[in-house]
C-alpha cells in the first residue's frame, strides 16, 4: 500500500470485451457521429489527403503528417503540427476506398490515414526499431484548454503563466499512455465551441509529453517502435468535438463501447451480486480497534450502513468474528496483497512478499543484461506474471496464497498495482514475456479473482482496460503530480511507519505546498474525465494514503467533489479517528448513500461549468436520474451557499450538504 510512481515504461492498448477478449482496430461514433460509415470518400491531391469526419473533415499534408480540421460550419484549426522527426521524401499516395497510404522510404515508414466511423484513423507501420514524435497537438493559436486524463481529469488552459511553470509539475512532464495517464486519450478545447479527441489505440510503446513553448502549452507524443514488443504498428484517431471539457471522455467512451471495452456495474452485479454492496458505501483502510468487532460495532452505532474495510498485510488481518459481524452489517472486508514484489523470506519487510520457493529468485523480472530487476523501492525484485502464470498449474502459489489471505471469510480483495498499468519486458529464458503478454497475464489473474473467486475486486489507479475485472479502484481519483512522491518521501513532514497500529504516513495530517494543492485539487482545473467514461464500469476513489482527513485544508473541497462526482470518499480508520471525525464521517456517508444508489450503475451523461470563474460546477447521471450541483467558490450561486452542494434524485426536493472544514 505504498505510493508509488508508476514507472515509464512503454506499452499498447488492448481493449476489453465484457469477457475480457482481447480485440484490434478502430471504429466507433464519435460525439457528431452515428457510428455509420460517412458516405463521403477519402480524395487525394498532391501532397493533401482529406478524410471525411464526423462535423468535417481531416486533411493531412503527406510532406510533414501536419493534420488540420475543416468543420462543416467553416471553421478550420491545427490538428497536428508536423512531425517533430525529419521524415524525409513521402513516396505516391494511394486510394483503395475509405484509406490512402503512402510511405517515408528513407525512415522505412508506411502510413494509412482512413476514414472509420466518423473518425480519421492514423496507423505507422515502421520496417525497423526507431521513434516517431507525432501528433503535436495543442499548437493551434485558437486552442484554450488541453483536457488530460491525469488520475480523475484535468482541463488546463494553455496560456496560463503556472500552469505553464515549474511549479505546477507538468510542463516537462511526460506519461506513458497505458502507465501515466488512467485512459489513453487527451483532448483540446478551441475558442468559439470547436475541440478534438486523441486516442491512442497503441498506447504500448507510446508517450505524451508536455512542452512549454513561447507562454503555451503542448503536447508532443512519441512512440517506439520495437520488433521486440510488437509495436511495429502504431494508430491513433483524430475525432472533431464540440470543445466541452469532457468532449474528449464522451469520444473515448464510445470508442471503448464499439469495441466491447466497457462492463458495466449492472453486468458485474448480475454475475456476482455481493458487488452491489459497493453502491452507498465509503471505503476505510482500518487499524487498531477498526479492525475488530467492537469496531464494527462502532460504525454500526454511527448509523453506517455501508462500507469497504481493507486492512493492510502487517500481520493483523481482520479475525473471522470481525469479518462475520461486518458482512452481517452489509460491509465489505478485503485483505492488501500484492504479487508484484518478491523478497528473501529470511529477511523480507513485509508479509506479502514472501513466496515459496522457488518464487524468489526464479520467477523474478530479468533486464537484457540478464540480471535482476530490482522491486519498488529497491526491495526484491519484480515478479514476473508470466513466471507465476506458467508455475500455477502445478505449484498454485496464487490459488494457495488468495486461500490463506481469505480463511478470515473476507468476501472481497484488493491487488495492488496489477490494474495500474506498470508492465515489464521479462528477459529471462525461463519465461520471457513482452509487456502486452504481461498486461495479458494481469488480465487474467484479476479475472480469475473477480469471477472463478467471486471475489469483490479492487486494483490500484486502474487503467481503463483493466475496467472489465474490477469492481472498484483505489487512486485512480487523484491527479497526481511528481511532486507529491517527494513530499512522500519527506518523513518528517509527512509521517512514516511508526507508530505501529496509527503509522503517521496515513494518519499525520499534512498541509500540502500551494502549487501542490493547486494542481491536485483546485476546482477550476478538475474535470470528471474518468467518471464521464467508466463512471456506471468502476467505482473510483482517491488514494489510500490520502484519506480524507490526512488533508485538512481540502476536506471541504473533496467532500464535495466527492458528492458532485458520485464517488466515494476513501479513509483511514482507528479509534482514535472515529473518536475526532465519526459523526461527521457518518453525516457525509448517510447524504452519498441514497446519490450512489440512485446512479451509481448510470453514466454520467453531462458536465457544466455555470460561473465564469469555474467554481459553480454541475453533473448530471444518466437520463436525470441524478443532478449534484456544488459552489466551490465563496459566493451564494442561485439560492446554493458557498461551500455546499444541492442533490437531486429522479427530479425530487433538492437535498443540501454544506460539509464543515476540519
Not at 487499524?287 to 493483523?316: C, H, P, V
Request: hydrophobic share 40%.
Amino acid at each position: 500500500m505504498k505510493a508509488r510512481k508508476i514507472n515509464k515504461t512503454k506499452k499498447k492498448f488492448v481493449a476489453l470485451s465484457a469477457a475480457l477478449t482481447v480485440i484490434g482496430v478502430v471504429g466507433t461514433a464519435t460525439a457528431f457521429g452515428t457510428g455509420v460509415r460517412d458516405s463521403r470518400h477519402v480524395e487525394a491531391h498532391g501532397n493533401r489527403v482529406t478524410v471525411p469526419v464526423a462535423g468535417g473533415r481531416a486533411v493531412v499534408d503527406t510532406t510533414s503528417l501536419a493534420v488540420r480540421a475543416q468543420a462543416d460550419d467553416g471553421h478550420a484549426w491545427q490538428l497536428s503540427a508536423p512531425a517533430a522527426n525529419v521524415l524525409g521524401p513521402a513516396g505516391q499516395v494511394s486510394v483503395h476506398g475509405d484509406q490512402a497510404t503512402w510511405g517515408y522510404p528513407a525512415k522505412g515508414l508506411l502510413v494509412t490515414a482512413a476514414a472509420r466511423d466518423g473518425r480519421l484513423a492514423v496507423t505507422v507501420h515502421s520496417a525497423r526499431k526507431g521513434t516517431l514524435t507525432w501528433p503535436v497537438t495543442a499548437t493551434d493559436q485558437d486552442t484554450s484548454d488541453l483536457q488530460i486524463p491525469r488520475g480523475e481529469g484535468l482541463s488546463v488552459p494553455v496560456t496560463d503563466r503556472w500552469w505553464n511553470s515549474a511549479g505546477a509539475g507538468l510542463a516537462g512532464s511526460e506519461a506513458g499512455l497505458s502507465d501515466g495517464l488512467t485512459m489513453p486519450f487527451w483532448g483540446t478545447s478551441l475558442r468559439g465551441g470547436h475541440g478534438a479527441s486523441y486516442v491512442a489505440e497503441s498506447d504500448i510503446g507510446t508517450t505524451l509529453k508536455f512542452v512549454s513553448a513561447d507562454g503555451r502549452l503542448h503536447t508532443e507524443t512519441e512512440h517506439a517502435f520495437s520488433p521486440s514488443e510488437d509495436t511495429l504498428d502504431y494508430t491513433l484517431t483524430f475525432a472533431l468535438t464540440d470543445g466541452s471539457p469532457v468532449a474528449a471522455a464522451r469520444d473515448y467512451r464510445a470508442w471503448l463501447q464499439s469495441h466491447g471495452g466497457i462492463t458495466t456495474l449492472r453486468q458485474k452485479i448480475a454475475r456476482n451480486p455481493a458487488v452491489g454492496r459497493l453502491v452507498g458505501a465509503f471505503h476505510a483502510y482500518t487499524w487498531g480497534q477498526a479492525r475488530t468487532a467492537q469496531g464494527i460495532k462502532r460504525l454500526r452505532e454511527l448509523g453506517i450502513d455501508r462500507m469497504w474495510l481493507g486492512y493492510d498485510a502487517d500481520g493483523s488481518p481482520m479475525d473471522r468474528p470481525a469479518v462475520s459481524l461486518a458482512e452481517r452489517s452489509g460491509y465489505l472486508v478485503g485483505p492488501y496483497d500484492s504479487w508484484a514484489n518478491a523478497q528473501d523470506p529470511a529477511s523480507a519487510d513485509t508479509s506479502v512478499s514472501r513466496w515459496p520457493a522457488p518464487v524468489w529468485q526464479d520467477a523474478c523480472v530479468r533486464g537484457a543484461d540478464g540480471k535482476v530487476v530490482t522491486g519498488f523501492g529497491g526491495r526484491g525484485c519484480y515478479v514476473s506474471s508470466e513466471a507465476l502464470r506458467r508455475a500455477e498449474p502445478s505449484r498454485h502459489h496464487l490459488a494457495d496464497r488468495t486461500r490463506e489471505m481469505t480463511a478470515n471469510g473476507a468476501n472481497s480483495y484488493f491487488l495492488d498495482v496489477d490494474a495500474a498499468g506498470e508492465l515489464f519486458t521479462d528477459h529471462s529464458p525461463a519465461h520471457p514475456m513482452t509487456q502486452a503478454q504481461d498486461r495479458q497475464n494481469r488480465l487474467r489473474r484479476m479475472a480469475w479473482l473477480s469471477g472463478d473467486r467471486k471475489l469483490v475486486l479492487g486494483s490500484e489507479s486502474a487503467g481503463s482496460w483493466a475496467n472489465g475485472a474490477l469492481a472498484f479502484s483505489h487512486g485512480s481519483g487523484t491527479p497526481v503530480p511528481d511532486q507529491l512522491w517527494k513530499l512522500e518521501r519527506d518523513r518528517a513532514t509527512w509521517g512514516g511507519y511508526a507508530p505501529a497500529g496509527a503509522p503517521g504516513i496515513f494518519f499525520k495530517p499534512v498541509r500540502l505546498p500551494a502549487d501542490l494543492a493547486r494542481a491536485m485539487y483546485d476546482p477550476r482545473y478538475r474535470v470528471p474525465l474518468y467518471q464521464t467514461v467508466l463512471h456506471d464500469s468502476v467505482i473510483s476513489t482517491e488514494r489510500w494514503e490520502l484519506s480524507w482527513s490526512k488533508l485538512p485544508d481540502q476536506s471541504r473541497t473533496r467532500a464535495l467533489l466527492a458528492m458532485l462526482y458520485n464517488v466515494p470518499l476513501n479513509l483511514v480508520l482507528d479509534k482514535a479517528e472515529l473518536d475526532a471525525h465519526g459523526k461527521q464521517i457518518a453525516r457525509l456517508q448517510k447524504y452519498f448513500e441514497p446519490l450512489h444508489k440512485a446512479a451509481a450503475t448510470q453514466p454520467m451523461t453531462d458536465f457544466r461549468r455555470l460561473t465564469p470563474d469555474l467554481l459553480v460546477q454541475r453533473t448530471t447521471f444518466g437520463d436525470g436520474v441524478l443532478t449534484v450541483t456544488a459552489n466551490f467558490s465563496t459566493r451564494t450561486y442561485g439560492g446554493l451557499p458557498a461551500g455546499c452542494a444541492d442533490a437531486v434524485v429522479g427530479g425530487g426536493t433538492a437535498q443540501r450538504l454544506c460539509p464543515a472544514a476540519l
